[in-house]
């Protein structure tokens, strides 16, 4: 599922007066969706590059996730209007407002990952997770053994589960599972003013272009 971001030309007066130029304004759509998805294209990239908190956070390898969602932007267009499909299903979607991420497919828990080996990976892609609630407030998380280690140093990723005769049982948390996740809108995720001007500029562009075809030689 996609989000759709209309592109269309305001001008009506400017577009009757070109007259036979734009009979058929198809062409002019065309352009303008061409170049609103080049634009994001070569944008995205360099804000994707900026918002990579989470995985540096945790000292986690880079999933690339925000520029594959950059990178599937598409436009379409018809005679009527050109339109930017923008993935739903990824961090673009906060571009539009703030948003409640809730599980799917008969799923209870969303799985929060706040470890390095977690984040970018399912939870049943690992092995040798166990269920376990932590804290006064039992929260819900999915741990691993480290069977053997110092209890000093594991920070705020471990947990005392029990202590043996000479040696802790450690559990290692990988998740937090939640039941929801409020995501706070981050309207940045997409220049809305500089798309703006680009799909401008090409306009002006395409009805110089236009014109000049349209003059006698």
Known sequence: MSMQIKVSVSNDVLLDELGNVL???????????????????RVGPGIAAQNHRTADTL?????GHLENAYAAIEGDSDNDEARLWVPRASRLRAAFGAYRLTPVNGSRYL????HPD???RRARELR?????RVGPAGVPVLAR??????QEGLKRRTYQRRKTRARYTIAEILYVLATSVDI???PGLIPFDELTEAIGISAEAYLDEAVERSRPT
Do not use: I, K, N
Not at 128 to 132: I, K, P
């Open 184 to 186: 706070p809108a981050q």
């Open 145 to 150: 053994r480290a069977e053997g280690r110092q």
């Open 23 to 41: 009979s058929d304004r198809r062409g002019l759509y065309a352009r303008l969706a061409g170049d609103a998805e080049a634009f994001m294209r």
């Open 128 to 132: 040798d997770l166990f269920f376990m």
């Open 111 to 114: 799985t929060l990952p706040v």
């Open 118 to 120: 977690a984040y970018g």
């Open 59 to 63: 000292g986690a390898r880079r999933t």
